[in-house]
């Protein structure tokens, strides 16, 4: 596609509950990350993909937390139990295999634990 | 501990004036240095980058940036700010230790240009 797509966009769930977060990112973009930003702070690092081999998932915040690609192309973000303090926005951001490439940035999805 | 800095959580300019958002960096060796737009309800926007190479580096919209590696800074620049470049800006730095693209980034300052 023409940008990196996330969905769903907004997500409200009750606490306890499982969220599946998607992200879609540019075609041909081999790199691919998920970062949490919380109100009022910066991009928090979550985990990063190469192809579907996840090398650094030191950002995740709990084994809570699990995020999968297949094909190369498509990632989801699991997030079990949801606890209140796991609500913020979460951005997904694709690159080239380039490490002087910019990442390209979805516009990520905002999740509200009640 | 490599790292990046903006000291300004806010810096309010008036339309026609330049603008200047600062960023200070730490990292081990050659910094690889970006900065990113983020407007109300959307995704990052890349502005522009240095890796190497001449000190300013022009990018998106009109902005450029100044690598300063004596004072480990890469402050953000434009001459003539207009009301639409209000926004949340973050600097970032990559972090050298890694085998990959994995970039650290400041808290963002909010930039608010007044008619």
């Known amino acids: 596609g023409a940008g990196v797509s996330q969905s769903p966009s907004n997500k409200v769930t009750e606490k306890g509950k499982d969220v599946e977060l998607r992200c879609d990112p540019i075609?041909?973009?081999?790199?691919l990350y998920w970062y949490r930003q919380s109100l009022g702070q910066g991009l928090e690092f979550l985990i990063y993909f190469q192809g579907n081999s996840a090398p650094d998932k030191s950002g995740l915040p709990s084994d809570r937390f699990s995020a999968e690609r297949t094909g190369g192309s498509v990632s989801t973000l699991t997030i079990q139990r949801t606890q209140q303090e796991d609500s913020a926005v979460y951005l997904c951001?694709?690159?080239?295999?380039?490490?002087?490439?910019?990442?390209?940035f979805g516009d990520g999805t905002r999740l509200s634990i009640l | 501990a490599q790292s990046v800095a903006q000291p300004e959580d806010q810096v309010n300019v008036a339309e026609g004036n330049p603008l200047t958002v600062k960023c200070t960096y730490s990292?081990?060796?050659?910094?690889?240095l970006f900065w990113y737009v983020q407007y109300p309800n959307r995704g990052l926007q890349f502005l522009l980058k240095?890796?190497?190479?001449?000190?300013l580096v022009k990018g998106s919209y009109g902005f450029e940036a100044e690598f300063n590696k004596s004072q480990t800074s890469f402050h953000l620049k434009k001459p003539s700010a207009l009301v639409s470049d209000s926004a949340l800006y973050f600097c970032a730095v990559r972090l050298m230790n890694t085998g990959f693209q994995k970039l650290v980034f400041g808290t963002g300052t909010r930039l608010l240009v007044s008619p």
């Open positions: 990292v081990s060796g050659n910094p690889y």
């Open positions: 240095y890796i190497t190479g001449d000190n």
């Open positions: 075609s041909g973009h081999t790199a």
């Open positions: 951001a694709s690159s080239s295999m380039y490490l002087n490439q910019p990442q390209h």
